[in-house]
């Protein structure tokens, strides 16, 4: 069976439902995380799992074991919080033996235990530190450990890396990343940022409103939204509304309220979506331009650049359209001169780089 499961789920706060019938299945040492923007109710998930709260309907497992009866301290879950909360007059040793202390434990058991939990995350050397000599990373490190003591099955992380900044976090992600495979556990992270449910998870969960929108791998939810909150919430995307006008098993022909006529043809395996008003889906780093027309005059379109934004590895722009849609198109940095704003373009992509939804 799976490591974790919910089964139609719902809590119901005063007067505000935060979790509307949750359904989810982690497997054993899987990274699996919860992504969805604030107030959708991610945390009360986490929280309902780590029984910090009670589910007003619907059922937890956890190791195949129902959680309805089990309260927090004895289940074989543990959670870190968001910027480590370590306790900042007491060494990397006291910090992880707190927990222990307060369960009362053998000083031999405690001594055991934190010992091998500072091992696990590899950490023995600074046991004597406090937090204020740590970096960031060892920081981390002793937050996981704090849990380890506890010898869960499951970690729980709710927005782990939220408080830091950017550079900080890409190295806390690979951090994490490596402290996962290491250990072996499943991991439940929960976080607004899409890029890093992208980069860490195995499989992610979109939330929006208590639900859960879409679940799949990080491909799965970036190349294969399922519906335009998930296209737009992972990441950029150009989206258009329009009407079917045509189509077959192959291909439909989709035409937008400014007259753009797209073409979508489903990938391998996918079914095309043919429903009478649709969304069309082009991420930016799918489009690309020229400055004489392309051989193709499938999705193709004259326009003007209005925005270059240089970013160093890639190229940013705004390209507006005849027809007065802009597009924002993302290409890798090659062309040595970037060329000036206004000057005219084509802007084209390949009906398989879009979408239909
Ligand atoms: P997220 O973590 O995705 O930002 P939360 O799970 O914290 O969202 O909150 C979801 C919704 O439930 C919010 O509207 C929030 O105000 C509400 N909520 C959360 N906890 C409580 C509580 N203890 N009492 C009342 N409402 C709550
Ligand atoms: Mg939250």
Known sequence: ????????????????????????????????????????????????????????????????????????????????????????????????????????????????????????????????????????????????????????????????????????????????????QDLGLTFIMVTHDQEEALSLSQRIAVMRGGKIEQIGTPTEIYEHPHTPFVANFIGDTNSFKGRLESGDVNSIEIVTANGLKIVVEPNPGEEIIRSQEAVVIVRPEKIRLSLTPPESKINCFEGRLRNIMYLGTHVHFIVELLSGDRLTVMLPNTASKLPDPHTPVYAFWKPIDCLAL
């Open 1 to 180: 069976h799976f490591d974790v499961e919910l089964r139609k789920v719902f809590k119901v706060f005063k007067g505000e439902t935060a979790v509307r019938g949750i359904d989810l299945n982690i497997h054993r040492g899987e990274f699996f995380s919860i992504l969805g923007p604030s107030g959708c109710g991610k945390t009360t998930t986490l929280r309902l799992v780590a029984g910090f709260e009670t589910p007003s309907a619907g059922e937890i497992l956890i190791q195949g074991q129902s959680m309805n009866q089990i309260p927090a301290y004895r289940r074989p879950v543990n959670t870190v919080f968001q910027s480590y909360a370590l306790f900042n007059h007491l060494t990397v040793w006291e910090n992880i033996a707190f927990g222990l202390r307060l369960k009362k434990l053998k000083a031999l058991e405690i001594e055991e235990r934190v010992k091998q939990s500072l091992k696990q995350v590899k950490m023995e050397v600074y046991a004597n530190r406090f937090p204020a000599q740590l970096s960031g990373g060892q920081q981390q490190r002793v937050a996981l450990a704090r849990a380890l003591v506890n010898r869960p099955a499951v970690i729980l992380l709710d927005e782990p890396l939220g408080a830091l900044d950017f550079k900080l976090r890409q190295e806390m992600q690979v951090e994490l990343s490596n402290l996962h």
